[in-house]
């Protein structure tokens, strides 16, 4: 199910609404001066209808639409930051009572500004103010983006991201920009339907959105201009890189479909699936492998040692997925070409990349079986 769409909110709402769904804002119109604020210094905003041209391209993308999917998991993520509890400990109040929110969107009036927090939102007697609700920024007209799905998916999927790695502190920019372009390449790969018309368009988008899709398929950013693999912490620290890892992750059979134990689901199910139901089969396979990073990642970060690259996020979902590890480090180690294990990596042969393919699977076999570090290169 999509979730609720959202009306006007009073002064005696707590929150805008359920958190297992969305609603589209527009900021106030000031006749060229600053935009209004409430006495607090919201900014002020007013509910867009789903028919408002300014709306109706997103409503219908979480419809019919990979958005949609994305949209879904950061529901997943708000509930595990809401009722995760690992060790007696559990997400901060501010990121709970942000987790208890609808995902929102603001059309128009946000600069350059991706997302924000906190907003008051104009009703019949006034404005009532929502410091704990994070926002998304979209363009004004969205429908003018004929590679809305891809933007979406990149957008919200950073939400997510960041609502699950953000406990303490300012969450790894590397890799909430990379669980983003993951899911930005997915999109552009998702089909609706039959035909030319079921996709993206290959030309559609920036040059930028189709670059990120060619770089991540053919693995540009493990290696550097002359072919051989990057330094280990240049790959740890480029978000391309992370976004490729987790991007065949989701590709997996072997991951990303693979049911996980019970309990892995347990934060996102609860009371939700009868007996006997598969919650791998409900969620789907796409969002299975969400709900299994997610539920890692958050697992990390509540005992006290949150993923800060794609390394750390790697060896954190082994730990969760004990039986998934070895093939969850096998896919690590030969997207990386085993250069943050040892000092170099291993160089594809030319003309014959699959040549190097078992030495990199023996590679990625000491590093599950414990006898090398995922980041061993880091310190040679």
Not at 148 to 158: N, S, V
Not at 212 to 222: D, V
Request: glycine share 12%; hydrophobic share 45%; aromatic share 6%.
């Amino acid at each position: 199910m999509l979730g609720t769409i959202l009306g006007a909110g009073c002064h005696g709402d707590t929150t805008l609404g359920t958190p297992d769904s969305f609603a589209v804002y527009a900021p106030i119109e000031a006749g060229g001066g600053a935009p209004p604020r409430s006495p607090s210094g919201l900014a002020l905003v007013s509910s867009v209808a789903p028919d408002d041209p300014r709306a109706a391209a997103v409503y219908r993308e979480f419809g019919i639409g990979f958005a949609g999917e994305v949209l879904r998991t950061d529901y997943l993520a708000k509930q595990l930051v809401r009722d995760a509890l690992i060790g007696g400990r559990r997400y901060s109040e501010a990121a709970r009572a942000a987790a208890a929110e609808p995902t929102a969107f603001v059309v128009g009036g946000a600069g350059s500004e991706k997302a924000g927090r906190g907003l008051a939102l104009k009703g019949t007697f006034g404005a009532s103010d929502h410091p704990n609700v994070n926002w998304i920024a979209l363009d004004r007209y969205p429908d003018h983006d004929n590679a809305l799905p891809q933007t979406l998916a990149g957008l919200i999927g950073r939400s997510a991201a960041a609502r699950v790695a953000g406990a303490d502190g300012p969450p790894p920019a590397a890799l909430l920009e990379g669980y983003a372009r993951a899911l930005e390449v997915i999109a552009r790969e998702w089909r609706v339907g039959e035909g030319a018309n079921g996709a993206i368009p290959p030309g559609a988008g920036t040059r930028e959105q189709r670059d990120l899709f060619a770089a991540i398929r053919e693995n540009r950013y493990a290696v550097g201009a002359d072919g051989a693999p990057r330094p280990p912490g240049e790959l740890l620290a480029d978000p391309g890189l992370a976004a490729t890892v987790l991007y065949r992750l989701v590709q997996s059979k072997s991951v990303g479909r693979k049911v996980a134990p019970p309990e892995v689901y347990a934060p996102f199910v609860t009371d939700r699936i009868p007996p006997g139901i598969s919650p791998a089969a409900v969620l789907g396979p796409f969002r299975n492998f969400q709900a299994k990073l997610l539920s890692a990642w958050g697992r990390a970060v509540l005992e006290g040692h949150p993923p800060r690259d794609i390394a750390d996020l790697v060896e954190a979902y082994g730990r969760a997925l004990p039986a998934e590890r070895t093939e969850v480090i096998r896919i690590f180690v030969i997207t990386t070409y085993g250069a943050t294990v040892r000092p170099g990596g291993v160089r594809l042969p030319a003309g014959d990349a699959g040549a190097a393919l078992p030495e990199l699977t023996a590679l990625g076999a000491q590093v599950a079986a414990g006898k090398l570090s995922a980041r061993a290169a880091l310190s040679q």
